[in-house]
């Protein structure tokens, strides 16, 4: 019986995602798995055997032709793979159909919505805009995801148009937050604390405790249902102050 021949430089694989960067005149391309890419970007999946099917550096996935080291070497300058897949992960183009790119775009949209909801504030209300406003403003303003950044990127260049279309602004919300002990005690403030980026300072007044803390905006109607809830409307929240976060501060 005669056997099919399969050249040595060829790796068949299925049910793949392949990410292209042209670079040095060439191009390569690596296989991931579906759904993995967007995670890898956003730093939601940080294994990376958990995003590429194989370490090799391809010229053709579709046909299974992995690149030569000396192709690599005069493009990346170097020849680790497993780096060089690092790089076409982060800076190429993720390679799917009309309706899959569709869907792609509509999760990061989705995602990015809620990040600015999440992020900012009406400077003239002090309060956070609802998802539904910023996913129409952006719409209107012609914001386009782009595939290639990660939803840190792509919200913070959201933010940055949508300043020319409404009042808006990065900041972070100051709270005093206060119940009585017998009102939830322990289990209500563990809570509490846990939705804030920073407990500010803690005092008891009697029976009552009073938090200041320093949140995201988009954490705002958290905390005021949480406290309603738990002590049947009998909680007090006082927004004290914006700060505004500077362009260069962490905030994600």
Known sequence: ??????????????NVAIVRLKKGGKRFEIACYKNKVLSWRSNSEKDIDEVLQTHTVFTNVSKGQAAKKDELQKAFNKT?????CKEILSKGELQVSEKERQSCLDTQLNSIVNSVAALCVNPETRRPYPASIIEKSLKDAHFSVKMNRNTKQNTL?????????????RSRMKLRVSFAGKEGGGKLKE??????NTVEHEEWDEATLHLTLLIDPGQYRVIDELVRN?????????LLELKEVVENEEVF
Do not use: W, Y
């Not at 809570?191 to 804030?196: F, Q």
């Open 80 to 84: 680790d793979e497993t780096e060089i």
């Open 191 to 196: 809570s509490v604390v846990k939705l804030a």
């Open 157 to 169: 260049e959201a933010i940055k148009i949508l300043k020319d279309h409404m009042p808006i602004e």
């Open 230 to 238: 738990e002590t049947k409307g009998k909680g007090l929240l006082e």
């Open 1 to 14: 019986m005669s056997k099919i021949f399969t050249p040595t430089n060829q790796i068949r694989l299925t």
